[in-house]
C-alpha cells in the first residue's frame, strides 16, 4: 500500500479496527436497533467525537481538559440557532407578539432579533459557525494559559470552571439563548424535516461518516511528526522546548483540533436529538466526557468511540432501572479504570487479547501454508494501542511508517 | 560593541538574582570558535544557573548574553535553539516511550512549526542524517530500541545526538559523564573533541582527570563570579581555586 494511505489506516491492523468499527456503526446497529434506540445510539456516537478529540488532547497532548462540554455545547448552539431561526418563520410563529422570532425571546419580551442571530440565518454560516466559535473559544483559552504556561491540574481546573461560567451565562440569558430550557422544538433543516424516521436514519449514517473522517484526521495528526513531537512533550517539555520547538503552539494547535472535533459532535447531537440546552455544557457532561475516553483508551482513537458508546450504553440501562444508583456507579467505573486498566479498553486488548489472538494465528499458520512474511516491522503506533505496561513495553513500537532502510536487514 | 563580534559568546554584567540571593553576580564570560570551554565550581557556584540563562530557561535580571551578535536575554528558549545554541540537561533527557531513532528524528531540525511538523516526512535525506548522527554516538546498532531500555551513558549520548543533529554553534553541556563508567567517559572524552569542529562546546563537570582531558580554558566559579580563568594547569595550582574547590 501506499506509505500516506498505510499511515492514515495505520496497516492492516488500524484497517482491520477500523473496518470492524465501521461495520458496527453502519450495519450491526442498524440492524440490531429500531429506529428509536438507533436514533440513542447516534446521540451517543456525537460523544464520540469529544472523546476522539480527548485522545488527542489528552491522550497524546497530556493536556486534561474538564470542559469539553464547551465546545461540544458551542457546536451544538451554533446549529441550534440555524434551525431555531427556520422554525421560526413568521407565518408558524403568528400567535406570538412579534412573530418571526424564536418563541423564547417572545416570552422575554424581546421584540427584534438580537445582532447575533442575524448572520444564522445562513447555512454556510451556520455550518462554518459550528467549527469557527468553538475554534475561536479555545484558541483564546489555550493561548492565554498554553503561553503563560499554565498547564496540568491548572489547566484542568480552569476548563472546568469555564464550563460552569458558560452554563451560568447561558441560563442567565433566557431571552438571548434560552436559558436553562435551551434552544428547543427544532424542526426542519432547509425545509428538510429531520423530526422524521427516515431524515433520523440520514443523519444517523451521516454522523457516522463524519465519526471515520475525524478518526481518519485523528491519524493523521498523531502518525504525522507532530503526533511525536505530543507524546515528546508529554514526557519531556523542556526537552521539547529547548530542541527549537514552541511548546505553546502545539497545544494550542491540537487543543483547538479537539474543540473542533467536539463541536461537530454537539451539532451533530442537535440534529439528531432535536434541541440544545446548557445541561450538555456544564460540569458534570463535560467530565462524563472524559469517562467515556478513559473508559475507551486514552491513546486509542477507536478505543475512545466504544468507550462512548458503552459507558452511555450503561448508562442508558442503569438509569432505567436503577436510576439512584448511576452515578455511583459511573464514579466507581471510572476509578478502577484509572487504577485497574490506565489505558482503558484499547489497553486491555492490546495486552491481553491481542496476543492470545496472535498466538492462536501463529499456531494456527504453522500447520497451513507459509507463514506471512509481515510486512516490515508492522506499523504498531500509528493503531495508537500502545500498551504502556512495563511488560508489554518490551514489544519495541516500531516506526511510525516502518524505515525500510532501517539496518535491521 | 565590535569588540564583541570576535566571540561566539559574550556575556557581560550578568546578573540574576532571586529574591535577594544572587545566584549569578555580574559576570563577564567569553566563549572563542572552536573552543572547548568546562565551567568548574562548587555545587551552588551557579554554573548550571549560567546555562540556563544562556538559553532562556531562567531570565537575567541584568547584563546582556550575546551570540553572534544576537541579545539571547531578550529571545524566547525556541528563537534561542533556532539561532543555533544547543542545550543538554544534567540528568538525560530523553523521550523515554520513543525509539533512538525517533529521538534523533523529532529533534531534526526541519518541521519546528505547527504544519511544518504536520507535514514533516521522513525522507532519504532525514533518515542519512539520523543514521550519521547515530553513528557519531555509537547508537547506530541501538536505532529500532526504545531510547527508555538504553543504559545511563547511551542516554546521555543520544542526548548529545539530538542536539547534534540540530548543528549548533554553540553546545552546552550540563555534566555530561555523570553516572558513566571509566570507559564510557573515555569515549564521551573522544565524542566532545570530535564534534568540537565548527562549534564551541560550554562544558560544566566535576570529574577533573575528564575536565584536564577535554578543556582548552577552564573558568572556576564561586558564588556566582569567576574566580580563576585560565589553562587547567594554571587554575589547578592557585591556591583560592584549592581552597574553595579542589582542596575538598
Same mark, same amino acid.
Given at each position: 500500500m501506499h506509505v500516506a494511505m498505510d499511515k492514515l489506516f495505520g496497516g492492516r491492523e488500524g484497517l482491520v479496527g477500523l473496518a470492524i468499527l465501521a461495520a458496527v456503526i453502519f450495519i450491526v446497529m442498524p440492524l440490531t436497533f429500531d429506529i428509536f434506540r438507533l436514533n440513542l445510539v447516534g446521540k451517543y456516537l456525537t460523544y464520540a467525537f469529544v472523546a476522539i478529540g480527548l485522545v488527542l488532547c489528552w491522550g497524546y497532548g497530556g493536556i486534561l481538559s474538564l470542559g469539553q462540554g464547551i465546545f461540544f455545547g458551542l457546536g451544538g448552539y451554533c446549529m441550534a440557532m440555524f434551525l431555531k431561526l427556520e422554525a421560526s418563520d413568521p407565518e408558524s410563529t403568528k400567535i406570538q407578539s412579534t412573530p418571526g422570532i424564536p418563541d423564547f425571546m417572545d416570552w422575554n419580551q424581546l421584540t427584534a432579533l438580537p445582532w447575533f442571530w442575524e448572520p444564522f440565518h445562513s447555512l454556510s454560516f451556520s455550518l462554518l459557525a459550528v467549527l469557527a466559535v468553538p475554534c475561536l473559544f479555545a484558541f483564546i483559552i489555550s493561548v492565554a494559559m498554553f503561553k503563560r504556561r499554565v498547564g496540568g491540574v491548572y489547566f484542568a481546573i480552569i476548563t472546568q470552571a469555564i464550563a460552569l461560567i458558560l452554563t451560568i451565562l447561558i441560563v442567565g440569558q433566557q431571552g438571548y439563548i434560552g436559558g436553562i430550557n435551551?434552544?428547543?422544538?427544532?424542526r426542519t433543516l432547509k425545509g428538510w424535516d429531520i423530526r422524521t424516521d427516515e431524515a433520523k436514519y440520514v443523519l444517523y449514517f451521516l454522523n457516522g461518516a463524519l465519526l471515520i473522517g475525524a478518526i481518519l484526521v485523528g491519524r493523521l495528526i498523531i502518525t504525522s511528526k507532530l503526533g511525536r513531537l505530543l507524546l515528546a512533550m508529554r514526557d519531556r517539555e523542556d526537552r521539547v522546548r529547548f530542541s527549537g520547538y514552541d511548546v505553546s503552539s502545539f497545544k494550542i494547535f491540537v487543543f483547538c483540533v479537539g474543540a473542533m472535533m467536539s463541536a461537530i459532535g454537539g451539532a451533530m447531537f442537535t440534529l439528531q436529538v432535536g434541541f440544545m440546552s446548557p445541561s450538555f455544557i456544564g460540569i458534570v457532561p463535560s467530565i462524563e466526557m472524559v469517562i467515556f475516553t478513559a473508559v475507551g483508551g486514552r491513546m486509542s482513537l477507536i478505543g475512545a468511540v466504544y468507550g462512548a458508546l458503552i459507558v452511555n450504553f450503561a448508562k442508558t440501562y442503569f438509569s432505567e432501572s436503577?436510576? %439512584?444508583?448511576?452515578?455511583?456507579?459511573?464514579?466507581?467505573?471510572?476509578?478502577?479504570?484509572?487504577m485497574l486498566f490506565p489505558n482503558g479498553l484499547a489497553g486491555i486488548y492490546s495486552s491481553h487479547i491481542k496476543p492470545k489472538f496472535a498466538a492462536w494465528?501463529?499456531?494456527?499458520?504453522?500447520?497451513?501454508?507459509?507463514?506471512?512474511?509481515?510486512?516490515?516491522?508492522?506499523?504498531?503506533?500509528?493503531?495508537?494501542?500502545?500498551?504502556?505496561?512495563?511488560? %508489554?513495553? %518490551?514489544?519495541?513500537?516500531?516506526?511510525a511508517a516502518g524505515i525500510q532502510s532501517e539496518p535491521s536487514r | 560593541?565590535?569588540? /564583541?563580534?570576535?566571540?561566539?559568546?559574550?556575556?557581560?554584567?550578568?546578573?540574576?538574582?532571586?529574591?535577594?540571593?544572587?545566584?549569578?553576580?555580574?559576570? /563577564?564570560?567569553?566563549?572563542?570558535?572552536?573552543?572547548?570551554?568546562?565551567?568548574?565550581?562548587?555545587?551552588?557556584?551557579?554554573?548550571?544557573?549560567?546555562?540556563?540563562?544562556?538559553?532562556?530557561?531562567?531570565?537575567?535580571?541584568?547584563?546582556?548574553?550575546?551570540?553572534?551578535?544576537?541579545?539571547l536575554t531578550r529571545m524566547s528558549e525556541h528563537q534561542i535553539v533556532r539561532s543555533g545554541v544547543g542545550r543538554k540537561f544534567q540528568n538525560p533527557s530523553i523521550y523515554e516511550n520513543l525509539t533512538v531513532f525517533e529521538n534523533l528524528e523529532v529533534s531534526y531540525p526541519k518541521g519546528r512549526t505547527v504544519f511544518g511538523a504536520l507535514a514533516f516526512k521522513r525522507t532519504a535525506e532525514v533518515i542519512a542524517k539520523v543514521e550519521e548522527i547515530a553513528r557519531e554516538i555509537m547508537l547506530e546498532e541501538f536505532l529500532g530500541t526504545e531510547a527508555g531500555l538504553l543504559s545511563h551513558g547511551q542516554k546521555q549520548w543520544l542526548e548529545i545526538g539530538m542536539l547534534?543533529?540540530?548543528?549548533?554553534?554553540?553546545?552546552?553541556?550540563?555534566?555530561?559523564?555523570?553516572?558513566?563508567?571509566?570507559?564510557?567517559?573515555?569515549?564521551?572524552?573522544?565524542?566532545?573533541?570530535?564534534?568540537?569542529? /565548527?562549534?564551541?562546546?560550554?562544558?560544566?563537570?566535576?570529574?577533573?582527570?575528564?575536565?584536564? /582531558?577535554?578543556?582548552?580554558?577552564?573558568?572556576?566559579?564561586?558564588?556566582?563570579?569567576?574566580?580563576?580563568?585560565?589553562?587547567?594547569?594554571?587554575?589547578?595550582?592557585?591556591?583560592?581555586?584549592?581552597?574553595?574547590?579542589?582542596?575538598?
Open positions: 435551551g434552544i428547543t422544538d427544532l436503577f436510576p %439512584a444508583l448511576w452515578l455511583f456507579l459511573m464514579g466507581g467505573l471510572f476509578i478502577a479504570v484509572v494465528r501463529a499456531r494456527r499458520g504453522a500447520g497451513g501454508g507459509p507463514p506471512l512474511p509481515e510486512v516490515a516491522p508492522p506499523p504498531e503506533p500509528a493503531a495508537p494501542k500502545p500498551a504502556e505496561r512495563p511488560a %508489554a513495553a %518490551a514489544v519495541p513500537r516500531s516506526l | 560593541m565590535s569588540s /564583541n563580534t570576535d566571540f561566539v559568546l559574550s556575556i557581560e554584567d550578568l546578573t540574576v538574582s532571586f529574591d535577594g540571593f544572587k545566584a549569578v553576580d555580574s559576570l /563577564n564570560l567569553y566563549v572563542d570558535k572552536n573552543e572547548i570551554r568546562v565551567v568548574i565550581g562548587p555545587n551552588g557556584a551557579g554554573k548550571t544557573t549560567v546555562l540556563d540563562l544562556i538559553c532562556g530557561k531562567t531570565r537575567a535580571t541584568s547584563g546582556s548574553i550575546r551570540f553572534k551578535g544576537l541579545e547534534l543533529i540540530q548543528d549548533p554553534e554553540l553546545l552546552m553541556l550540563d555534566e555530561p559523564v555523570a553516572g558513566m563508567s571509566a570507559r564510557e567517559r573515555e569515549l564521551t572524552g573522544q565524542l566532545l573533541k570530535r564534534i568540537c569542529n /565548527n562549534r564551541s562546546v560550554l562544558v560544566i563537570e566535576h570529574d577533573m582527570e575528564f575536565v584536564k /582531558n577535554i578543556a582548552h580554558k577552564v573558568t572556576v566559579l564561586h558564588q556566582g563570579k569567576i574566580l580563576k580563568e585560565g589553562l587547567m594547569e594554571v587554575v589547578q595550582s592557585d591556591p583560592k581555586v584549592i581552597e574553595v574547590y579542589l582542596g575538598h
